[in-house]
């Protein structure tokens, strides 16, 4: 998952959503520097990733995309999902799309005092370009898959998944709408404990 389904799935609780958000910004043991509220954000964030990463939708979509995306077919999935809690929003909260992107870029500038350096430097860009609202568009996607494309010091063929996803939406879509739901669960199972 990306940036929008973590920050979603943090719920009204502002310091699980820094901390989710920032969480790949935190290595390992950095993590204790935190107040406990944006730490269980982040450790929230792990969990979330390693739940992803070993459930066998997941591993299904992944594997559609190995063949042309090859080791970053995982972050192509990560974005094509976001893509389509994007572009269904409506089903999964009672806030709309740009409602609820402009009060995460304003809970985490909050939180500024705390950001790591690698937040400072891509959030100022997140907002202008409003990359959280943009993800309902498959432009949108194809504009963050370019970046991180510019960005890879190997080889990729992600600025070209976009088109992977034109010719399969409703397989990849069905996946997401599969899995999600069974990610909501497992999530509010572990911010109930």
Do not use: C
Not at 45 to 66: A, C, G, M, N
Not at 121 to 137: C, D, E, I, T
């Amino acid at each position: 998952m990306n940036f929008l389904a973590h920050t979603f799935l943090s719920g009204s609780d502002e310091e699980l959503l820094v901390g989710n958000f920032i969480a790949d910004s935190v290595k390992g043991r950095q993590k204790d520097g935190y107040p406990a509220g944006i730490r269980r954000g982040i450790e929230l964030h792990r969990l979330i990733d390693t739940y992803t990463d070993s459930h066998p939708i997941v591993h299904q979509t992944k594997e559609r995309l190995r063949p042309e995306q090859g080791k970053f077919a995982g972050v192509t999935t990560d974005m094509f999902y976001d893509h389509f809690l994007a572009a269904n929003f409506e089903k999964y909260a009672s806030i709309s799309l740009l409602d609820f992107s402009l009060y995460v870029y304003q809970t985490v500038e909050s939180y500024s005092h705390i950001l790591p350096e690698r937040v400072h430097y891509f959030l100022p860009y997140m907002v202008k370009q409003n990359w959280l609202h943009r993800y309902a568009q498959i432009a949108g996607i194809q504009d963050s898959l370019n970046g991180l494309s510019r960005r890879s010091t190997f080889a990729s063929n992600m600025s070209t998944a976009t088109q992977t996803l034109e010719e399969n939406y409703q397989i990849y879509k069905q996946d997401f709408e599969q899995f999600f739901p069974e990610l909501q669960n497992y999530v509010k199972q572990v911010v109930a404990t």
